[in-house]
């Protein structure tokens, strides 16, 4: 399976129109902080709404078989620019002419890791079914499933366009420390190989380790911090999808 990173939720599609998604943010009874895309209870606190940006797909024109299976099983694709597996995902649902919506997952990636627990890209919705990475097979049979044709039928629109990346990219921060070894060695080789611009500050005075620690919650190194998007440790994979959900550009590829 291949996948990258990021978010979900769902987004209804119905013929002819479209439901904007939104995200909402509150404070429970507890004082704890809730991230839900449905509204919150009576009781909420300090209630915040988030609309999301994303690009949909008509779908009055196309075969009646088609607009029921968009009715009961809307479609959407959460996307980033995570390279071969965002495109082949949206190549897919072009090919076989799926209505759908594209949200943007690098919208607000530390909303979407605290609503869902991880930031893996891309992730498919039809209806309440949820596919997590790309594999053909496995989208092909969520899709069978829901009656969406194996290929576009006659006059069908173009698949949603993708989304471009939400503003400015993050600031990118990598804590260090000069006897931290092969490590932190590894992370600069990887910023610098992904020619990422990035503030290494070496946690040696009093001041940067209180600040490492409030920043991770240790005093432990590395840590990447890529906007809000705490990475404690090295790991090539999560270092490599912390920067593709803030849309840094792989070696030789685009943003």
């Not at 509204?39 to 300090?46: H, Q, Y």
């Not at 968009?70 to 959460?78: E, G, H, Q, R």
């Amino acid at each position: 399976m291949k996948r990258a990173l990021i978010g979900i939720c769902a987004l209804t599609v119905i013929s002819g129109a479209v439901i904007a998604a939104q995200l909402y943010r509150w404070v429970d009874e507890n004082g704890k902080v809730e991230y839900r895309d449905t509204p919150p209870p009576s009781s909420a606190k300090k209630v915040e709404q988030r609309r999301l940006g994303g690009g949909t797909v008509e779908t009055s024109s196309l075969p009646f078989s088609v607009q029921l299976a968009a009715k009961n099983f809307p479609v959407t694709l959460w996307n980033a620019a995570c390279g071969a597996p965002c495109d082949q995902a949206r190549e897919h649902l072009a090919r076989r002419g799926v209505p759908h919506t594209e949200k943007d997952a690098q919208a607000d990636v530390e909303a979407y890791k605290k609503l869902t627990g991880g930031i893996d890209v891309p992730v498919l919705y039809v209806g309440s079914n949820r596919v997590n990475g790309y594999l053909e097979t496995e989208w092909d049979s969520a899709l069978d499933i829901a009656g969406y044709p194996r290929t576009a039928p006659p006059g069908a629109r173009p698949a949603a366009k993708p989304v471009a990346a939400a503003g400015p990219r993050p600031t990118v921060k990598l804590y260090t420390h000069p006897e931290c070894g092969n490590s932190c060695a590894e992370a600069k080789n990887l910023l610098a190989g992904r020619k990422v611009p990035f503030q290494e500050i070496a946690a040696q005075e009093q001041a940067e380790i209180d600040e490492l620690q409030q920043v991770s919650g240790a005093t432990r190194v590395p840590v990447l911090l890529v906007g809000e998007v705490v990475t404690r440790g090295f790991s090539p994979g999560e270092y490599n999808m912390a920067l593709d959900a803030a849309g840094f550009p792989r070696a030789g590829g685009k943003p």
